[in-house]
């Protein structure tokens, strides 16, 4: 079975991340399929490669990373909630004349039809969020 | 055409709960996680809401939820099932569709 | 579901402004339309709020979003179903929502009224309907 799953809510501060990389890994681990993790709202903030939780905390946006290298998960960020949140690539850092850019490895920006699409392709779709 | 249900807020913190309760259809699941496993204790202010409004709907609790939240299976409302990360996957593989209240 | 259309409900629960989720939920719903999929919208508890008129947001310096909502016709969103119980336990009646309207290009483009207000059991039945249910 093919699941999609909306993460809406930020790492650390709501459980919401978590619950969802649990969730994906368990389908995973039963032979399913998670071909997309869309990341929304604040979810959004899951995606930055400069977070340094200390270090015997879990490390929520290395989980993903690793999850989308070892499955080939298409680990998405909504670019709409993403510029709202300072979440950007290279790509949108140049175009939009910033000096930076922080979107960790595994993860790609790319706008809400992405998520419409997930809903379409997969059989249930998860929301974790708040 | 049964629908998995998730609830994740405490039912002292939000009418989450309580609205998905008023919702849910008989042959339903109503899945507690995060906060939501609050819900699923027995001996609360809530408990007979929710048992009231839970009659025709499978009411169950993720498992990893309760523990961290050190509650222990024998304080749930009567008929609760508990369910680990695999099992929640089970539900939504085995409902037609599922509704995240959030 | 036919010819591969699915039956998407956008569930509203949220009030708007205290949190950006309908604000959110409205972006989605609006490049949703683009999918030619079967779109409902859903707004019970708080979500009624999101519905209400006279909002003015100037003096809190947030969009006011509220407009949006009647251009959804035009993106031929036509189904917003408001619960009846979410509106009287608020003290709201439908006097108090803004009139959201769409032309039925299938009734000599008359104009009809976008807001059903339907009960509880009513909207249980409407999300039991749906293939994708996006929750907000």
Redesign the interface.
Known sequence: MKFGVVVSEGPYTHQASDTAYHFVTAALAAGHEVPRVFFYHDGVNVGTRLSIPPQDERNIQEQWTALAKEHGTDLVICIAAAQRRGLLDKNEAERQGKDADNIAEGFRISGLGQLIEMGIDADRLMTFGD | ?A?LH?V?KSPFET??LL?CL????AGDTVLL???GVYGAAGGTALTDAVAGLGGAVTLAVLA??LKARGIDEGRLMDGVKTV???G???L??SHD?????? | MEDGVKKFLYVNRKAPYGTIYALEALEVVLIGAAFDQDVSLAFLDDGVFQLTKGQDTKEIGVKNFSPTFRALGDYEVTKLYVEKESLDERGLTTDDLQEITYEDEDDDWAEKPSIIIVSRSEMADVMAGQDVILSF
């Open positions: 055409m629908t998730t994740n009418q989450a609205s008023g919702h849910a259809k996680i995060e906060d990893p939820d680990d990360y695999a929640f996957v089970e939504a593989a569709r599922t509704q995240n209240w959030l």
